[in-house]
């Protein structure tokens, strides 16, 4: 039987190549062995996606390379899913994501969800061109932590600024945070809009968002 | 010797011969329509796109509202994954439309019909320009817009799956597919060329080195790109969108005669790195400057790319909706060389 630094390790290696037979293998092993899938979840598939991530930023990987490796991390986790024993010890921070509406590039978003779901947080995708008025009405009835849109057409930009408004119009923009991203979308548009951050990528997004729910949990309370 | 039409001041700067004209050329081969445009013509978006009447007029709009030195069409990148059978989100007047289902499964299933130019909206845009270049023929150029090879193949097979596939599937079945998907392109072009179109964007936003790698731009869509230079036979305009730097040193080897980069690209950089060899246009944000700027802010922008040296001042990437008129208007402004007004 493999050890427990071999499983960790091939896990690893298995996702940042982006092979899901190897990573659902090593996933099979970890379970075999006993070992804590949560944590071979989001510590060991957080340490690969962040490896994933740095080879992102030096221009090693693309976009193809880095949905290979999300791949892989979903078979892992198919396979590890079951084992999970949840972190009891705190209410996970809802966040909400979406591509606005008008937009169907979806790719960052997605990837987005797949680093913030590996982290622990409760993800709730509303998937891509969402009507605006339903990011308010989805953060008052899930009373999310976190909303993070994203765009990746210049065009529909504009339309976060909006969701933004409608928070203040709503009287709930102090009881969430907002995040932003998309391709056109930079950090000093993002706090020009309002906006509370633009992670550089989808693994800056799981820091970035665990400081912003740590953050609106101190200043707001409770919901 | 007469005043130089805007026609003959487009095909000199977009084929990088700005030197041999009066002046820079403004035109606006992306997306140029604006609702204030659509009011004023009274031809809105979504009826616009599917309407040949109300579509001349909006398409007219760019040199009767605005004073663009050029005409283009369509209005929306949808015209191809419409006609191979993608559903189509119409979208409303500040929102153009876009693709909301894919049509094949496989690279193996794509297959493109005989008939493929009598589909969809291929034929009214080729009656626009046709229509176009009868009434304004002389004075201002027509330009046909197709939508690239590697965004249709996002399009038709789901833009996720098809960059999985360009690392997991055979590199050669991958660009076959683009090829084919090209060779579609170029006989929309061959038709708008008769139709009376001079200029041709290919737009294709999806193959930003955001997303792909410049060595996958360099070894499967140039040699894609080239095929289509190869065959249009009509100054060629690329346009990418986000930061497309990483490829411009393979971008003269595309053989098309001018590039439309976005505002993540500097100008002056593109223009040392690509020389005289191929033109770059574009060069004012569309959201920063045209947007969300003042006429000012716009004549800064529009200053400082020609500074730089771009070949024809441009709007970096389709123009969204919003942009008011006044700040459009400053682009076209500054190219007269009111600059000050």
Redesign the interface.
């Known amino acids: 039987m493999a050890t427990k630094e071999e499983i960790v390790n091939g896990f690893i290696k298995a996702i940042v190549d982006?092979d899901e037979t190897a990573s659902a293998k090593w996933a099979k092993e970890g379970v075999a062995a006993n070992l804590d899938a949560y944590e071979l979840v989001t510590k060991h598939g957080g340490d690969a996606m962040s490896i994933v991530n740095s080879k992102y930023e030096r221009?090693e990987f693309?976009?193809?390379?880095v949905?290979?490796s999300a791949?892989a991390l979903n078979a892992g986790v198919d396979v590890l899913a079951p084992h999970m024993k949840s972190d009891k010890t705190s209410e996970p921070a809802t966040v909400i994501l979406g591509v606005v509406?008008?937009?169907?590039?979806?790719?960052g978003k997605?990837l987005v969800k797949i680093m913030l779901s590996a982290a622990g947080f409760k993800v709730v995708d509303l998937g891509k061109?969402v009507p605006l008025a339903q990011f308010i009405e989805k953060t008052k009835e899930l009373k999310a932590d976190v909303i993070g849109m994203s765009a990746l057409?210049?065009?529909t930009?504009?339309s976060m600024k909006k969701v933004i408004g409608m928070l203040q119009d709503a009287g709930i923009r102090n009881k969430v945070k907002v995040i932003v991203g998309g391709?056109?979308v930079t950090k000093e548009?993002a706090l020009s809009i309002g906006a509370d951050d633009r992670p550089h990528d989808a693994s800056a997004a799981v820091g970035v968002t665990k400081d912003l729910v740590a953050k609106v949990r101190a200043e707001r309370g409770a919901w | 010797m007469g005043e130089m039409t805007p026609r003959k001041r487009a095909l000199l700067c977009v084929t990088g011969n700005k030197r041999k004209a009066d002046r820079i050329s403004c035109l606006d081969t992306l997306t140029t329509c604006t609702v204030d445009q659509m009011n004023a013509v009274k031809a809105p978006f979504p009826e616009a796109n599917r309407d040949p009447e109300l579509a001349f007029r909006l398409a007219a709009a760019a040199w009767e509202v605005v004073g663009l030195e050029g005409f283009k069409m369509p209005f929306d990148l949808c015209v191809e994954a419409e006609a191979l059978g993608c559903k189509i989100n119409w979208g409303r007047i500040d929102r153009h439309p876009s693709v909301e289902s894919h049509v094949f499964a496989d690279l193996k299933d794509l297959k493109i019909p005989e008939d493929i130019l009598d589909r969809g909206r291929f034929r009214m845009k080729h009656d626009v320009e046709l229509r176009l270049m009868k009434e304004y023929g002389d004075y201002l150029p027509v330009a046909n817009q197709v939508t690239g090879p590697f965004t249709v193949a996002g399009h038709i097979f789901g833009i996720e799956k098809f960059c999985i596939w360009t690392k997991k599937r055979p590199l050669e079945e991958v660009k076959e597919a683009l090829m084919t998907i090209s060779e579609m392109n170029i006989a929309d072009c061959k038709r708008a060329l008769r139709s009376g179109a001079e200029i041709v964007c290919i737009a294709d936003p999806s193959a930003t080195s955001d997303i792909l790698s410049p060595a996958f731009f360099r070894d499967v869509m140039v040699p894609v790109y080239k095929n289509m230079s190869r065959k249009i036979g009509a100054p060629i305009i690329l346009h990418i969108c986000g930061n497309t730097s990483a490829y411009l040193p393979y971008m003269p080897d595309t053989g098309f005669d001018a590039m439309s980069v976005d505002a993540q690209v500097d100008i002056g950089f593109a223009k040392a790195i690509v020389g005289n060899k191929i033109a770059i246009v574009g060069g004012v944000p569309t959201i920063t400057a045209l947007l969300f700027g003042t006429p000012q802010k716009v004549r800064e922008a529009a200053i400082d790319a020609i500074k730089k040296g771009v070949d024809v001042l441009m709007p970096s990437c389709g123009i969204p909706p919003r942009t008011p008129l006044e700040n459009f208007k400053a682009l076209v402004e500054v190219a007269r060389c009111m600059v000050y007004q």
């Open positions: 982006g221009k693309f976009v193809p390379e949905l290979c791949n509406e008008g937009d169907i590039h979806d790719i997605n061109d057409m210049s065009t930009m504009p391709g056109p548009w």
